[in-house]
């Protein structure tokens, strides 16, 4: 079992910044890959950027150059950096981690980034 706590979200103008923190906790060593995704009112779950064991990144391609995600393995801990901030980044922002010895996907509870225009 792992358990995921996001924190961090909030209320911020356009062009502002936000950093998401996800704490992990459990059986962290079973965990493959780690990282965010967020859901708008009316639209899909997406990813935004994920982390692998190795260091490996990848981001969704409307977030690239503005989100850097980092993670601090001494703490669990999986961080997203959100610069350059617009409208249409508002979305409940979920922690999700990938992991193996059986499969299983795990969530976090989501946080709010609103941002206004």
């Known amino acids: 079992q792992v358990q995921l706590v996001e924190s961090g979200g909030g209320l911020v103008q356009a062009g502002g910044s936000l950093r998401l923190s996800c704490a992990a906790s459990?059986?962290?060593?079973?965990?493959?890959?780690i990282g965010w995704y967020r859901q708008a009112p009316g639209k899909q779950r997406e990813l935004v950027a994920v982390?692998?064991?190795?260091?490996?990144?990848n981001y969704a391609d409307s977030v690239k150059g503005r989100f850097t995600i980092s993670k601090d393995n001494v703490n669990n801990t999986v961080y997203l950096q959100m610069n350059s901030l617009k409208p249409e980044d508002t979305a409940v922002y979920y922690c999700?981690?990938?992991?193996?010895?059986?499969?299983?996907?795990?969530w976090g509870q989501g946080t709010q980034v609103t941002v206004s225009s």
């Open positions: 999700n981690a990938f992991a193996s010895g059986p499969e299983y996907d795990y």
């Open positions: 459990g059986s962290t060593f079973s965990i493959n890959d």
């Open positions: 982390i692998s064991n190795d260091g490996s990144t």
